[in-house]
């Protein structure tokens, strides 16, 4: 009889175990950074619904801030650090190619020899990264899983640039995922859609920017992060009422079972029609972190996932509506139980 290769078989079911966030302790005003873009402090939060920012300092980095956010949600999960053996970083300003930023935090926590890799799908990092971590935990190939949505988008953006400099900041959020008694992560709905990839980009490669560098020496413009709002914004109203609806059907609920929406944090109005084309229930808590945070891309969903629950608006326990949507552009949504938090 030929030999067979063995097949790992996980946990029945899978969920959020716990939840910690950093947030930079600088808060910049709508006021600060009209200037550079002639705009003003009204004109802001009629656009984006944003009054406020985090800006990270020289000191908290994309390390640093995944690993305070993961210590958080190691201590509210009250999972060990020898008991996590993956490590995703959903994150799209670690500035290095290669190596990736995962394996580093990974051995700053003191996860030595846990698998360690980078996930860059936009804004919908970090619900692509809860999907492969569930799904991980379920086919036994890991045991616990941590997933940190992170971001330094500072690093990235032209302060003069009027379409994203007054969006964008800095942060980071992290879930343990692991086994749970009950299904607490739903099946994943998400894709792409390629034709939009101009909408939210980096607007020149490295090696246009080296080859300016040989031309204009010191002449020559970084590259810097753009966005088409308009673009994704008509794409967002058109295309994520019907990703929302299939999540929840995949689920195996209704809307009238949500007892929160978290949308990634991209746009203040973006939320609101969200929530009005799905009728939610008058008692379903919607998360708008964005106006204190603004927007911080893969981090935006687990930092507003703990305002809910740390302004009381949502608890543990809740079933929530996640939603994300970004570069690529990719989308990525799924109904979750909300965990324990710090």
Known sequence: MAARIAQTTGAAHTAILGLGVYRPA?????????????SSDEWIRTRSGIRTRRFADESETLHSMSVAAARGALESSGI????????????STHLLLTPAAAPQIATELGMNGAAAFDISAGCAGFCHSLALASDLVRAGTAAHVLVVGVEKLTNTINPADRSTAFLFADGAGAVIVGPSDEQGIGPTVWGSDGTQHH???????????FHEIDEKGLDAVRPYLTMEGTAVFRWAAHSLE???RDAVDRAGLS???????????ANGRIIEIMARVLKLPKDCALANDIEEA????????????EALLRKGESKPGDRALLIAFGAGLSYAAQVVILPTWR
Do not use: F
Not at 31 to 38: K, S
Not at 294 to 305: K, R, Y
């Open 26 to 38: 600088r808060v910049v005003t709508n006021d600060e950074v009209a200037g550079p873009i002639n």
């Open 80 to 91: 060990a650090v020898d008991q996590v053996d993956c490590v995703i970083v959903a994150t």
């Open 199 to 209: 909408a939210i980009r980096q607007d020149k490669d490295w090696m246009e920017y």
């Open 242 to 244: 019907k990703v929302c």
């Open 255 to 265: 809307t009238e079972d949500l007892n929160a929406m978290i949308p990634h944090q």
């Open 294 to 305: 603004g927007n911080t891309s893969a981090a935006s969903i687990p930092l507003a996932m």
